[in-house]
């Protein structure tokens, strides 16, 4: 079993900033590609940000030069440095990870349960 645990969600107001974590526990091998997506109300799941294994980051274009994406091997966590947020950012956001598993090195695909990201003055 992987657990993927977000933290850093909250109230901001409009040019804010926020840092969202999400730790992944559990029988992990290795972890490949990391991401994060967002849902806001009434829309489908967007992909935002991702990052593999190696370091290489792709964003998309609504959040490109605003958000970072980064992540610390060594303690199984990746973050999404949120700068000069906009109400549009207002989303649950979710990680998600790619991941092989002890001891059979199965590979899952392992999401959070969300965090909840409100901007509004």
């Known amino acids: 079993q992987v657990q993927l645990v977000e933290s850093g969600g909250g109230l901001v107001q409009p040019g804010g900033s926020l840092r969202l974590s999400c730790a992944a526990s559990?029988?992990?091998?290795?972890?490949?590609?990391m991401g994060w997506y967002r849902q806001a109300p009434g829309k489908e799941r967007e992909l935002i940000a991702s990052?593999?294994?190696?370091?290489?980051?792709n964003y998309a274009d609504s959040v490109k030069g605003r958000f970072t994406i980064s992540r610390d091997n060594a303690k199984n966590t990746v973050y999404l440095q949120m700068n000069s947020l906009k109400p549009e950012d207002t989303a649950v956001y979710y990680c998600?990870?790619?991941?092989?598993?002890?001891?059979?090195?199965?590979?899952?695909?392992?999401w959070g349960q969300g965090t909840l990201v409100t901007v509004s003055s």
């Open positions: 998600n990870a790619g991941v092989f598993t002890r001891p059979t090195m199965k590979y899952v695909v392992v």
């Open positions: 990052i593999t294994s190696g370091g290489s980051t």
């Open positions: 559990g029988s992990i091998f290795s972890i490949n590609a």
